[in-house]
C-alpha cells in the first residue's frame, strides 16, 4: 500500500499562513492525494484534493510537486478553528474498494 | 439538512456483551464505510459497502459484523468476539470513485466496562 508520512505536529500563529507537508514517495501513478482534517472528538472533515495538478478551494490549498512524491496543504491565513490533526491520505487505486489509507497526521496548534 | 448520523455518541457495554452502533445517511451515495480510530492513531477500516445487501471486509473486521439492507443505513455491531472493542468508531459515506470525497458522522464512543 501507498504510505504517507507526516510531522508529528507543527505550530504556527493565528492570522499567518501555514504550509503542512506530506511525503508520499510510493504514490502510483493514478492514486489521488486527499487531506482530511479532525477536531477532538469528531469525524473528519474533507479540506481538499487532487491528483497531479495544484488546487485551490475555500478552504485550503494544495501543492503537488512535479514528481508526485510529495505534497503541501496551504492555509492562507490560520484561525484558532483551524487548530485539528491533519491527515494527508491517498486513495488508492489498487484496491477496488477505493479506501483512504490513514497514517497518524499532523497535529496544528494555532497560537494567538 | 443532509449529512450522515451516528447515535448514539458515548456507548458503555458490559464484557461478553454485543452492541449495535447505528449510522444512517440521507445523502444519496452508493459507499459506506465503518472505521475504528484508538487514541493518537489515524483510522482504520472495519467493513465498507459499496451497494445494498453487499459488504467487504477491511483490515480489522475480526469481531465485527454488518448489514446493508437499506442504501441509508449501515448499522456495525462489536460482538464479544471483539477482544478490545474500546474504541471511538467513525461512519463515513461518499459516491464510488477514487475523487470522492468521504463525508463522516460525528463518531460513537464505546466503553466496555
Known amino acids: 500500500d501507498a504510505k504517507t508520512t507526516q510531522p508529528n505536529s507543527m505550530e504556527s500563529n493565528e492570522e499567518e499562513p501555514v504550509h503542512l507537508p506530506c511525503n508520499h514517495s510510493t504514490i502510483s501513478g493514478t492514486d489521488y492525494i486527499h487531506w482530511y482534517r479532525q477536531l477532538p472528538s469528531q469525524g473528519p472533515e474533507y479540506v481538499i484534493h487532487g491528483l497531479t495538478s495544484n488546487v485551490n478551494n475555500r478552504m485550503a490549498s494544495l501543492a503537488i510537486a512535479e514528481d508526485r512524491k510529495s505534497s503541501t496543504l496551504i492555509l492562507h491565513r490560520a484561525t484558532l478553528r483551524d487548530a485539528a490533526v491533519y491527515y494527508c491520505?491517498?486513495?488508492?487505486?489498487?484496491?477496488?474498494?477505493?479506501?483512504?489509507?490513514w497514517g497518524a497526521g499532523t497535529k496544528l496548534i494555532i497560537k494567538p | 439538512d443532509g449529512g450522515i448520523t451516528q447515535s448514539p455518541k458515548y456507548l458503555f457495554r458490559k464484557e461478553g456483551q454485543n452492541v449495535t452502533l447505528s449510522c444512517e445517511q440521507n445523502l444519496n451515495h452508493d459507499a459506506m464505510y465503518w472505521y475504528r480510530q484508538d487514541p493518537g492513531q489515524g483510522l482504520r477500516l472495519i467493513y465498507y459497502?459499496?451497494?445494498?445487501?453487499?459488504?467487504q471486509k477491511g483490515d480489522i473486521a475480526e469481531g465485527y459484523s454488518v448489514s446493508r439492507e437499506k442504501k441509508e443505513s449501515f448499522p456495525l455491531t462489536v460482538t464479544s468476539a471483539q477482544k478490545n472493542p474500546t474504541a471511538f468508531y467513525l461512519c463515513?459515506?461518499?459516491?464510488?470513485?477514487?475523487?470522492?470525497?468521504?463525508?463522516f458522522g460525528q463518531g460513537t464512543r464505546l466503553t466496555v466496562v
Open positions: 491520505i491517498l486513495r488508492d487505486v489498487e484496491h477496488s474498494n477505493y479506501q483512504l489509507i
Open positions: 463515513a459515506s461518499s459516491i464510488v470513485g477514487l475523487n470522492a470525497e468521504a463525508f
Open positions: 459497502s459499496q451497494i445494498v445487501n453487499d459488504f
